[in-house]
Structures are given as C-alpha cells and as structure tokens.
C-alpha cells in the first residue's frame, strides 16, 4: 500500500490505439500519471504488467507495448505520489497466429509451427492445415465430439481442402469458445490472405525479401565451403564416407561392448521387478481398498482399480482371474454403497458432485447422476406432503377455527416476557394483553417456503451441472434438450406440487384436480378463512419471496412463472379478503357509537364514526399498498388484469356504502347502546361503560350530519387515496356511494319529516274547531287563531331541533313539514261548506299569517296548496276587507316577532 500520498491519484482518460495484439504500441494520456518515470510503481494493460516497456514522457502521456493479454480490460497506473488510479477507456487485446517469417515483439513458441515428421521426412506443405482466420481459441469450452458434428452436418466436413467443406462445422470444431470481435479480427485477416493469393507470388516475395536475401547468401557461402573443400580432397567428398562410418560403428562396439551387456542385463532385471511388482500389486489390491475405503481414499481406490483393469482384466491366468474377481467384487460393494449414501437426501451439493465422481470413476452402470436427481425431486415432494400433513395435524387438534388466544405479559413495552394459552371466555387481569397465535396454515406456508428454498436452488445446481456433463456421465449433444426437457419436469413437479398445496389451503376456489388428489395436497378443518384475513399481507411477503430467490437463483421463466401465478392470485385474495373485512368492520362501526357530539357550524353535530371510517379504509389501503405494487422485475400492478379491472370496482364500492348501511342501523328504534359484543369475548370486567343513547329524532339528525360529513369530506379524500393506490373507474366509485348515501339521506330525511310533521297536521283539526268553532258565524276577528300559532309553535320548534344539530337540513325539512301543513289546511277548508264575513277574514287572516310567517321555506307545494286554501275560501261571494286584514296581519307578526325571528335567519345549505 502507498502512503503518504499527496498527489491526485492517476486517471486514464485515452489511448491509442484502443486494441491491438500483444506488442502494440500504445499511447496512454490521462491526468497526474507521475511527477517521473521512477515515480511509477506499476502499469497494468488488461491485467498484464507492463512496466518493463514504459516510456514515461510526462505527466500527461506514457508510450508502453501490450503483453500477452487478451480482452477487454482496463489501463491502471500505479504511482508513489498518487497511488492507484483510475480509467476511463478499455483496451481490447487479441491474439493473431504469428508464421515462421514474421515479427513479434513477444516470444512464439514455435514448435506448434513445424511438424515433427517434418524433421525426418519432406511432406507437402499443402498437406498442413493451417488455420485460415489466424486465431487462437483459448476457451475452455467441452471440445464437440466428431460424431455429434456428423450428426448436425452429415453432408459436410471440417477439412480445408474437401469440397464439402462446411463452415459452421469448422467454427464448431475449432473456434468455438472464439468471441465476436475474435472472428471479426479473423474475418479481417482472411481477406487479407485472399489479396495476398490474388497478388501471387511477387507479392510474397516482396514482403519477405530481407528473408530471401538472407538466404541467397547463406546458400553462396556453403556453396563456396563445399567448393573449398572439394578441392581440397582432390576428388569426391562422398567416396569415403561409407568406410569411416563402418569404421566408427566397430570401434564403438568395441569401447561399449561390455556396457551393452550390462546394459541387457539390468533390463532383464528391471522386466523382471515390474512383473513381480505388477503381480505384488494385484495380490495386496483387495487389502489396500478395504484400508482406503476405510480412510476415505476414494480417489485411490480409483486409480488403482483402472490400473488393475488395465493389468489383469484379459488375464487367462486362474490364480489371477479369483484375485481380479474379489477385487471387481469389493467394487462392486463400493459402488453400492457410493449409490446408497448419493440417494440419501438431504446433502450438500458438494458431496453429491464428489459421490457422483466417484461414482463415474468406478465405472458405474445406469446414470447415477439422473437417479439422484430424481431421487431429490421425490424427497423435496415427500418433505413438502410431511410438513403439510404436521401442519393439518396440528390445527385439528386445536380443534378451533379461529387462532388461539393467549394471555402474554409485558414487562417493557413490546417485549413479551410470557405467553400461556388461555380460554376465550375467563376472566383476565388489566394487566394482560391479548394477542393471537400464528395461525397453523401460515406457519405452514413459511416451512414449505424455507423447505422450497433451502434444497430446490441445490437441486437446481446439480441438474445444470449434469446437463453440462460435469458429473460425469456426459449427455450428448444430441440428446441434451431432451435430457433438458426431463430436468426441466422435475423442477415443475416440485413447484407445481408446492403452489397446488398452498391453494388448497388458502386459495381452495383456484384448484382444478381430481377429487382424490385434492384430498391428498389438503386435509385441512373446513373454517372460516377470514380468520386469516390479516395475515394474508404476510403469506404475500413469504410467496414474493420465493419468487425472488427463484428468480435469483437464475430458474427459467417457464419454471418461476408458476409460483409468480400464485403471488398474483394471493395478492388478488388478500385485496378481496381485506376490503370484505374492512367492509364488515364499517358495517358494525354502530356497535362503537360513543353519541359524543363534535358541533360545527358547516358540518353541524357529527361524532366520531365518520372517522373512524374513514381511519378503516385508509388502514386498509395502506396495508395493501405493498400488496398492490410490484415488488419486483416480473410481477405486474394488481389492476393490469382485465378481470380485476371489472370486480375491483364493485369491491370497492361495498366498501365504501357500508357505512351508510352502518348509519341506517341508528335509525331503528331498538338501537343497542355500545358495542358489547367485544365485552362478551374478553369478560364483563372490560365491557364498555353504559352511554345514554339520544331519542330517535336527534339520532335521525346526528345521523343526517355524519351523512352529510361523509358526502363533502370523507369520500372525497377517500378518493384521492384510492386514485393514488391507482384503482381504476374511481370516479364511477364515487358516483355509485354518493347514490347510495343520497339515499340514506332521503330516508332519513322521510323518516325525520314524517315524525314531525304528523303531530303538527293531526292536530290542526281538532285545534281549528275547538269550542265548537264555525266559520259561518259573525264575530269580529281580532287574531291570528290558536290553531295557526300551536302549528308555528311547534314549526319553531322543529327549527330550533334542526338547526342546532344539522342546520344544513334546516331548509329541506322545514320546506317539507311547511307543504305538508298547507296541504292539510287546503283540505280542511275545502271542507268547509259556508263562510259569513268574519269567517273569510279569519281563515284569510289565518292562511296569510301563516304563509308570511313561513316565506323562507315556501317551495311550489307549498305555494300551490295555499292556492288551493284561498280559491275554498273565495268561492264565498263576498270578500275580506284588505285593510283590515292587513292591519290584523301587521299586529300578528308584531306580536309574534321574537318567535318568528328564527325564519329568517339565513339559512346554511348543505353544500355539494
């Protein structure tokens, strides 16, 4: 490690050129690449040092040759001043085949270049394949076997020099592991041997002309020696030649004739060791694997038992067929035991692949890495089935549908210091809490997940390993997609088996299997799957994550699409699951009625529940709001199914119009007081304190204003939420609640009206005739009647009643109770069948005092049936004298101006 540094570390930022083979010269330009050249530590060049090669010009700019590097890589220079560095550019290196005759700046090994035969006798140079692209494949990809190349091309070969030569089986055979840019290099280099050929031999000559000049000059000198020599010896070099070898041949017997019989001595001895070793080797064999079997030197035993197989197994010898037989035997017995401990699940990968070595070592028959792939589909299976049958065990003897209940103590807040199954119905200290335990069927789901995940990644790895022959038993070329294939089953049996059990026992309604079968992946108690209703969100983290560990596991699309199936329909049911609940939670909300008022002069006087409502969708949509999204690459929005799309909306609205539903229990008039059905499952030492419960008619206005509440506010934001979570057709949502609660409010409005108009207009009768009155008679009017002001009295009432609680309905209803009096006062008087003078102006008196009383709630009924009223009483020939009645009108309403101030105040509409 460099210290001290003080500089800016180096940075590479360009090269030319950008590729090249080993040798190029390069020219590197960056910032801070050294204060000197004894400044530069290091220089690596696709991870190849460079630095024997560096010219150092500047800070700026190095001039080096590449190594023997091959690839894409980086340029990183190391220095004491700034330390390493940093690059921004890549260098690609390739290798070119370098010929005999030309240049390299790195060393060639040219023994690969001449063939050994070439030394002893002259072959035709065009018997030599070279390669023709000029690239060398350095993969370490399994080499095609020539029969597999037969089977893809059977009217072709790879040979050069046959008309049948065919391309694909060359690249195959020879350039198989070569990348893109490789052939492209040799693509480049073959066009240029092509113009080289077309040029002929002038061009070669020309660009080897130093090469043939230095051997002109080579062959004039020997020329020139043997010339020499030649004369000399005054004759033929070649005459004497034979003589002086036979000569050297004798001499050389005789100096080594007695190290030649020494020499075939020590070979006969030497023959004579390695037969008794041989056979000292054989007879101590079945020992020496018995005390390697022992010590678990199986690699031994290997390489012995194929030397003995090599030695001994066509023997025709007796005593040496009985030892090579008990030693095929203890084989034998190993390669039982081998297969046995490899079908034993569970076990590491690991050991698997060094058993199946051992395993294809021994020369075992059948395919033992394909039954031991099959055996670990059978075990993932068989764990799955025994965990689930634990499971439904379990739940049937808790003999309960809903979780079991137990008494946990905290000690801090959100530490559990204990925690004792109890019964639902004792009696329990204020210090203990409730909670439930984790139903079985989750517990169930998370053991099949860990089960799933823990051994189908391992099994996953085996079958890649065998389908690319590392196990030892090689599949074919041919026969690979269908090996593939088969592997490709087993994995969907298992994930097929563990997504069919976890429908049967949470989705029960999306399995399509025989009856049989069903009963087989099921067994579970017929309950009420809303007690798992809240944890639902949890089943759908556990899924998603198997589905994203397969996914990591780098499983095939085909495979990780069945469990991705199966998250999307949890989702869809924890969706549907939690707004049934919330819906349901809405529709008992009137079991929590505190009537605790909250008044407000634009909402008027509402209580808690609009609240809560609007808390227990806005709960639900957050705990969904994982389960909406997608987690993940692969998974998909919620609503991108056009299935949902059409049911979503509707459940969504029973949602939300539970709460109307809620609001419409208050109105009955057996109403409970508070919610006591929570007070009989946890003892009567926690039920709620008893709340005085409002009459009928201020429950119908406190309901009207929660209505109300709902409609302008509530709904609204809820909206907005739902919009954001992205659920379609809101605005149809939205329409179809605000129907169904401008419903609710019309009822209650009928029932509110009804209640207090009834008493008003069934007594205007007995009121209008009390003391026998009779229109026909002659008085002198001096008032309104009594029966008008007990109906204003009344009306100011009502008024009053309203306004305080929902002022915003003070208009409609008091509109309503004001036609419905005029309607009855147009029927009395039609009644009516003779008026003297004194009686048209008292009912003239009456009807006007009445009318103008009432003028801020007169509607067109109301106007029509005061018609109606006047024409009864003007079908009597004479008239009221105006003056007078308008005189008597003023004195009413002077009389009675503090009891009618209040129909006049402006009133507060409801806004929408």
């Avoid at 003028?855 to 105006?882: G, H, T, W």
Wanted: glycine content about 6%; some cysteine.
């Amino acid at each position: 490690m460099v210290r001290g540094s003080a500089a800016d570390p180096p940075k590479v930022t360009g090269l030319s050129p950008k590729e090249g083979p080993p040798g190029t010269k390069i020219t590197i330009r960056g910032e801070n690449l050294g204060i000197s050249a004894q400044d530069v530590l290091a220089l690596r060049i696709c991870e190849v040092e460079c630095l024997l090669s560096m010219e150092w010009v500047s800070s700026s700019k190095i001039i080096a040759r590449t190594g023997s590097c091959k690839g894409v890589g980086d340029v990183i220079l190391l220095t004491k001043s700034g330390g390493i560095g940093t690059c921004t550019v890549k260098f690609r290196g390739f290798f070119v085949q370098t010929g005999p005759l030309q240049e390299s700046a790195v060393w060639v090994d040219e023994a690969k270049l001449f063939d050994k035969v070439q030394h002893r006798r002259v072959t035709s140079p065009l018997m030599s394949q070279e390669d023709p692209l000029g690239i060398s494949d350095e993969a370490t990809h399994r080499r095609i076997q020539e029969a597999d190349l037969l089977d893809m091309f059977p009217n072709g070969t790879g040979d050069l020099h046959y008309s049948n030569f065919e391309p694909r089986w060359f690249l195959l055979e020879n350039h198989q592991g070569a990348s893109f840019d490789d052939l492209k290099a040799g693509l480049t280099h073959l066009q240029r041997k092509e113009v080289q050929k077309l040029e002929g031999p002038e061009s070669f000559v020309k660009e080897n002309l130093d090469s043939f000049t230095e051997c002109l000059t080579t062959l004039q000198s020997l020329q020139g020696m043997i010339l020499s020599d030649q004369k000399a010896s005054a004759g033929n070099l070649t005459d004497n030649t034979e003589t002086y070898i036979s000569d050297a041949l004798s001499k050389a017997v005789d100096l080594f004739q007695d190290v030649l019989k020494r020499r075939e001595k020590a070979d006969t001895t030497r023959n004579a060791l390695n037969v008794l070793q041989r056979f000292k080797f054989l007879f101590s064999l079945p020992g020496s694997i018995e005390k390697n079997i022992q010590k678990g030197d199986i690699e031994i035993v290997i390489n012995d038992f194929i030397r003995a197989k090599s030695l001994f197994e066509d023997s025709q010898v007796n005593i040496f067929k009985n030892v090579y037989g008990d030693v095929k035997q203890k084989i034998l017995d190993l390669r039982q035991k081998l297969l046995h401990k490899v079908l034993q699940m569970p076990g590491t990968l690991e050991e698997q692949k060094k058993l199946l070595g051992y395993l294809n070592g021994l020369e075992t028959s059948g395919n033992p890495a394909w039954q031991c792939l099959s055996r670990y589909q059978d075990w993932i299976i068989s764990a799955l089935y025994n965990c689930k049958n634990n499971h439904v065990k379990l739940e049937q003897q808790s003999g309960d549908d809903q979780p079991e209940l137990v008494r946990t103590t905290y000690s801090t807040p959100g530490m559990p210091a204990s925690a004792t199954p109890v019964s639902v119905a004792s009696n329990m200290e204020p210090s203990v809490t409730l909670r439930y335990l984790t139903p079985q069927r989750v517990l169930f789901l998370e053991e099949m997940t860990e089960i799933l995940l823990e051994h189908l990644p391992d099994m996953n790895k085996l079958g890649q390993a065998y389908l690319a022959g590392e196990l030892g038993k090689t599949v074919p070329f041919v026969q690979n997609k269908e090996s593939s294939q088969e592997f490709s089953l087993l994995l969907q049996n298992v994930l097929e088996v563990y997504c069919r059990m976890l429908r049967v026992a949470f989705l029960p309604g999306t399995v399509k299997v025989p009856a049989r079968e069903q009963t087989e992946l099921g067994g579970w108690q017929e309950t009420r799957l809303e007690a798992y209703t809240d944890w639902l969100p949890h089943c759908v983290r556990c899924v998603r994550s198997c589905y994203s560990s397969l996914r990591g596991i780098d499983m095939s699309e085909q495979h990780s699409a069945i469990v991705q199936q199966l998250a999307s329909d949890v989702r869809t049911h924890c969706m549907v699951a939690l707004f049934l609940k919330a819906a349901e939670e809405v529709k008992e909300l009137h079991l929590q009625e505190s009537w605790l008022l909250d008044v407000d002069d634009g909402t008027g006087a509402t209580t808690t529940l609009p609240q809560q409502y609007e808390n227990i969708v806005l709960e639900c949509l957050q705990i969904l709001q994982d389960v909406l999204s997608p987690s993940g690459p692969g998974e998909q929005m919620i609503f991108a199914s056009k299935a949902l799309q059409k049911d979503v909306p509707a459940l969504c609205i029973n949602l939300l119009q539970a709460f109307a539903l809620a609001l419409q229990r208050h109105t009955s008039k057996n109403t409970d007081i508070t919610g006591h059905k929570l007070s009989s499952q946890i003892g009567e030492s926690h039920a709620l304190p008893n709340i005085e419960v409002p009459p009928l008619d201020k429950r119908l206005l406190i309901v009207l204003a929660n209505c109300n509440l709902c409609m302008t506010a509530v709904l609204p934001r809820l909206i907005e939420n739902f919009e954001k979570h992205g659920f379609p057709d809101t605005q149809g949502i939205q329409q179809a609640v605000l129907r169904k609660f401008k419903e609710l409010e019309n009822k209650l409005c009928d029932m509110y009206v009804e209640r207090k108009s009834d008493p008003i207009v069934g007594a205007i009768e007995q009121n209008m005739y009390l003391g026998h009155f009779s229109w026909s008679e002659s008085y002198r009017p001096t008032e309104v009647r009594g029966y008008i002001k007990e109906v204003l009295f009344r009306m100011v009432a009502v008024h009053a009643e309203v306004y305080s609680s929902s002022s915003m309905y003070t208009v409609p209803i008091m509109t309503r109770i004001l036609e419905a009096v005029a309607s009855e006062l147009a029927r009395l008087f039609s009644c009516v069948t003779k008026f003297s003078d004194a009686g048209v102006l008292q009912a003239s008196l009456d009807l006007t005092g009445l009318q103008d009383a009432m003028v801020a709630y007169s509607s067109s009924i109301s106007q029509r049936s005061f018609k109606e009223a006047f024409d009864c009483i003007a079908k009597n020939k004479s008239l009221p004298d105006e003056n007078a009645l308008e005189e008597l009108v003023s004195k009413f309403k002077k009389s009675m101006k503090l009891q009618l101030t209040c129909f006049h105040v402006d009133p507060i509409k409801p806004s929408r």
